[in-house]
């Protein structure tokens, strides 16, 4: 099984508003990441995690806010966003961040901010 | 970290083989080629890796030239289900980031 799940599949927030993405697998994989896919562009790395800590945060404006409570869960919060932060969020994980370990992406989040 | 370079896009006959090409001149030598592709608003989806030999899987082959330098995808047999952006990947020679290039748009024509 090679699965990752994101959820909502959908999301439409205000730019007051507080709300979360959620991505989980079952793998057994210890490196969780995060990326960000505007229409038309290719996705984008955010951040990563490995082993419950975040290794690599590529710049990323704090009004996202990674979390990694477990090593089969990650979730980014999110709160007072742009427009312009409307997008695809992908989600991916591997056995780990060393070498030959292929990513498997989840479906996404299509995110709107209003 | 290295770059790739693809064309933006290609059309193949359904049934015929596709041949993606990829550059991607100053990989080091420890950098593996992954592909994936991703059909329209989908997650991308795994399709094959390598290092140095060429290798073979249920989906595709990888042709590695000898000085790495560049790439090629094959699909043997093309289907419409094929049509999607393939984007050829060298990793992070620091970790496992995957530093996205513009990838191909194949589209299979009937």
């Known amino acids: 099984d090679t699965e990752v799940t994101q959820t909502p599949k959908h999301l439409v927030m205000g730019m007051t508003n507080k709300k979360s993405l959620k991505c989980e697998q079952h793998?057994?994989?210890?490196?969780m990441y995060w990326y960000k896919q505007k229409a038309k562009k290719p996705p984008e790395l955010m951040f990563v995690?490995?082993?419950?800590?975040?290794?690599i945060n590529e710049s990323v404006p704090s009004r996202f806010s990674p979390e990694c409570p477990n090593s089969s869960l990650l979730n980014l919060h999110l709160h007072a966003l742009q427009p312009e932060d409307s997008a695809l969020y992908l989600c991916?994980?591997?056995?780990?961040?060393?070498?030959?370990?292929?990513?498997?992406f989840g479906p996404g989040t299509r995110l709107t901010v209003l | 970290d290295a770059k790739t370079t693809q064309p933006p896009s290609m059309d193949c006959a359904e049934g015929r083989a596709a041949n993606l090409p990829c550059n991607h001149s100053?990989?080091?030598?420890?950098?593996?080629v992954y592909w994936y592709r991703q059909i329209h608003s989908q997650g991308p989806q795994y399709i094959i890796h390598?290092?140095?030999n060429n290798e073979t899987n249920e989906m595709a082959s990888l042709i590695i030239t000898e000085d790495r330098k560049s790439s090629t995808l094959i699909l043997p047999h093309a289907t419409l289900r094929d049509t999607a952006v393939y984007y050829c990947?060298?990793?992070?020679?620091?970790?496992?980031?995957?530093?996205f290039g513009t990838g191909t748009s194949l589209t299979v024509i009937p």
């Open positions: 991916a994980s591997s056995q780990s961040i060393g070498a030959s370990d292929t990513q498997y």
């Open positions: 793998m057994g994989h210890r490196a």
């Open positions: 995690y490995s082993y419950e800590k975040l290794s």
């Open positions: 100053t990989i080091s030598g420890n950098e593996y």
């Open positions: 390598g290092l140095k």
């Open positions: 990947i060298v990793r992070s020679r620091t970790g496992n980031q995957f530093y």
